[in-house]
């Protein structure tokens, strides 16, 4: 089972699927990064939890693993935020996420493996 987009897309309506996520990732902004959390993600945008607010409009990139999203955000309330994608993800992108919600604990235990090799070796953040 694999992640289908619809049809076609109609602007100002949520139009793509939602895949419901909870993982962290990071904002980079023009003068900061800040952590928050992806709570769900489509191919066109995503509803992140931030812990402290952004303005609606401001530009920024979406950072998770291997992915730069520039972004726009759109609505902001209380502690979170909607993104629009300046360009949609690729299938494969929505495929792997679909990959990370599915098998969430082997997910978590491959992200903690890497800073934990790192430590053993000496190699990382000092």
């Known amino acids: 089972m694999g992640f289908q987009p619809p049809n076609r897309p109609v602007m100002g309506h949520r139009s793509f699927n939602r895949l419901r996520l909870g993982v962290s990732a990071a904002l980079i902004l023009t003068h900061e990064k800040r952590a928050c959390l992806i709570d769900d993600i489509s191919l066109t945008g995503a509803r992140l939890r931030i812990d402290r607010p952004l303005a609606k409009g401001q530009s920024l990139v979406l950072s998770f693993h291997e992915l730069a999203l520039f972004s726009t955000v759109m609505w902001v309330r ?5 993104l629009r994608f300046d ?4 299938l494969e ?5 679909l990959w990370i919600k599915e098998n969430r604990a082997l997910y ?9 090799m790192d430590w053993a ?3 990382g953040e000092s």
Request: glycine content about 24%; aromatic content about 0%; charged content about 25%.
């Open 108 to 116: 978590d235990r491959i992200c903690n493996a890497g800073p934990a």
């Open 78 to 82: 209380g502690g979170e935020c909607g």
């Open 93 to 97: 992108d929505m495929q792997g996420m």
């Open 87 to 90: 360009q949609p993800l690729e």
């Open 121 to 123: 070796e000496g190699i």
